[in-house]
């Protein structure tokens, strides 16, 4: 019945990644780095895939989905960090840092499940070749995305409903760059265990779950792969490879942080950095620098565009002889 006691927190303060000056000068030029990488190589990926028809296939497809999530999972809190890195204060609204809660778990439910999406399609394509064409076609595969992004965005939201009613009333201090659920919890009025048991059982058995899924297909895939050893085999090995790096990278921090909610490590902070930027940056350094389709196809739209432009200038230059 305390009025101060219902005032709700108007804001909350980041505490950002350090403390001193030369390390965020130094953190802001490079997250500026990779974050424009991040974007760039992304866009670059889905360009490609796009303008190419022999890579409109299931896991191509699916793979350009991957990187138009990767970019949303590096925008949610990136920028706002890179601009905290120069700017005081850092603080985040109310509403502000639990869109940054809500858009967190529907982008990363949303890769999950894509990521276990495409192990489904590798599983067809390696352990049954033969189905492969009636198993997956596109309008499944469109099913699968569709089906991601519903995914992710109930499980945010499930996840919201029982953060937007607890009341924060007292400390407001995240010790991190961004409003994450685990830290954001600990801050509020009531006890906070409910809220955490029903957190780490909703996002906690989501992670755990799906990664022991994929690590099982992966595992029957790779059974499969050692028992016909042919070219075609040791190409499925590579690109086997190349998913289960990028689905370690980025369940590892996940689960590392979700699976042990109640104490919090000052190790936290460096494994958000791996999930919401270097997972961004390694699909594309993964999937370009290793797969010779996707190389060939950029290589064909570089060649399309230099040659369009030479030839626009060519003509422009024979336009100024005539003239
Ligand atoms: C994502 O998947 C959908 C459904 O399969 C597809 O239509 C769309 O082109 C894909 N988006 C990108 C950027 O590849």
């Not at 905290?84 to 603080?91: A, G, R, V």
Request: with cysteine; hydrophobic share 50%.
């Amino acid at each position: 019945m305390d009025p101060v006691n219902n005032s709700r927190v108007a804001e909350f303060v980041l505490l950002g990644l350090s403390s001193s000056w030369e390390l965020q000068y130094f953190f802001f030029m490079l997250f500026n780095l990779l974050y424009v990488t991040i974007v760039l190589g992304n866009l670059l990926i889905v360009l490609t895939v796009i303008s190419e028809p022999a890579l409109h296939t299931p896991m191509y497809i699916m793979l350009s989905n991957l990187s138009v999530l990767d970019v949303f999972l590096a925008t949610y809190a990136t920028p706002k960090m890179i601009h905290d890195f120069l700017y005081e204060p850092k603080t985040i609204s109310f509403e502000g840092c639990m869109a940054q809660i809500f858009l967190l778990h529907v982008f990363a439910g949303g890769e999950m499940m894509l990521l276990a999406a495409m192990a489904y399609d590798r599983y067809v394509a390696i352990c049954k070749p033969l189905h492969y064409a009636t198993i997956m076609n596109l309008c499944k595969c469109t099913g699968l995305v569709v089906g991601s992004w519903v995914i992710g965005v109930m499980h945010a939201l499930s996840q919201l409903a029982f953060t937007v009613n607890l009341s924060f009333c007292g400390p407001n201090i995240v010790d991190s760059y961004y409003c994450d659920l685990t830290l954001v919890i600990k801050l509020a009025c009531t006890d906070p265990y409910v809220p955490e048991v029903l957190m780490l059982l909703d996002s906690g058995l989501m992670g755990v779950t799906s990664f022991v899924l994929l690590l099982i297909s992966y595992a029957v895939i790779l059974v499969t792969v050692r028992q016909r050893s042919s070219v075609h085999m040791a190409k499925a090995r590579s690109t086997l490879t190349a998913h289960i790096i990028v689905v370690t990278l980025f369940f590892g921090p996940c689960i590392f942080i979700y699976a042990w909610p109640f104490s919090n490590f000052p190790v936290d902070k460096v494994l958000s950095v791996f999930s919401t930027v270097f997972t961004p940056i390694l699909n594309p350094i993964i999937y370009t620098l290793r797969n010779k389709e996707v190389k060939s196809a950029m290589y064909k739209l570089k060649t399309k565009y230099v040659n369009s432009r030479l030839l626009s200038q060519l003509s422009l230059s024979r336009l100024d002889l005539l003239s």
